[in-house]
């Protein structure tokens, strides 16, 4: 099983130490499955949701502040478009792109901003566009099939996350594939750090991992891998 992990200061620099660390935790055997939330109209059919801050096998599912879920929204009516998100609940937010997608349907214009992508390098963090929601599938027309429809986002992407805590934002992203499975997500301890997007090698590790601060200053060679315990 995959376990969080704890960097704690040294007592006698307790006073000046301000530990951080990036927890990275890893579902590529698909331990915790994201079923989508589905809304018809004035429905609701929930799905299940994912807490950041917990390791896949920790995960509860349950619609909790602070948790994320994949929504799929339509009107009662099959003619109309059906959008898929992901939404933030109270006190968790989703960063989405600042460029405007737009669709022309049935003569209309929609203008949809949907999740944005972090590549190798990037770091989340306030800097960004947060919202409550963000898209990332368009069935224009209606369809409830991943083959019919536009992608507003790659198939792999990592998008940011940030999480109202009583001491703070907190950042984090989650690498989400094929528009399904979040493979991977991360969570920073200490607030107002950014959380950093690993170069792709490290990413792909299929292991906890995590990406120390202490005493203030980055480590040489921050990727750190934690064995896994059982």
């Known amino acids: 099983m995959l376990r969080p992990v704890l960097i704690v200061c ?29 809304s018809y109209g004035g ?38 478009p059906a959008l898929r998100s992901v939404r933030g609940e109270s006190h968790a937010y ?7 997608i737009e669709f022309t349907w049935k003569d209309m214009s929609l203008f949809l901003r949907p999740l944005r992508n972090f590549a190798d390098g990037e770091s989340v963090a306030s800097a960004a566009s947060w919202n409550e929601d963000a898209l990332y599938f368009a069935h224009l027309p209606f369809s409830d099939s991943l083959l019919e429809g536009t992608p ?40 107002g750090v950014p959380a950093a997007v690993p170069p792709a090698p490290i990413l792909a590790m299929a292991t906890a991992m995590t990406i120390g601060l202490t005493a203030g200053r980055r480590r040489e060679a921050p990727w750190t891998t934690v064995p896994q315990s059982t």
């Open 10 to 38: 040294p007592v006698l620099f307790a006073a000046s130490c301000t530990p951080a660390a990036l927890v990275i935790h890893d579902n590529s055997s698909g331990v915790f499955y994201w079923k989508l939330t589905r």
């Open 43 to 80: 429905d609701l059919y929930p799905g299940t949701f994912l807490d950041i801050r917990l390791p896949a096998t920790d995960q509860t599912g349950e619609r909790t502040p602070r948790s994320l879920g994949v929504w799929y929204g339509q009107n009662y009516s099959s003619g109309d």
């Open 94 to 100: 989703v960063a989405r792109t600042d460029n405007v």
């Open 152 to 191: 507003l986002i790659a198939p792999s992407t990592v998008f940011g996350v940030r999480i109202a805590e009583p001491d703070g934002f907190h950042y984090g992203w989650v690498l989400f594939n094929d528009y399904l499975t979040p493979v991977k997500w991360a969570y920073e301890t200490a607030p």
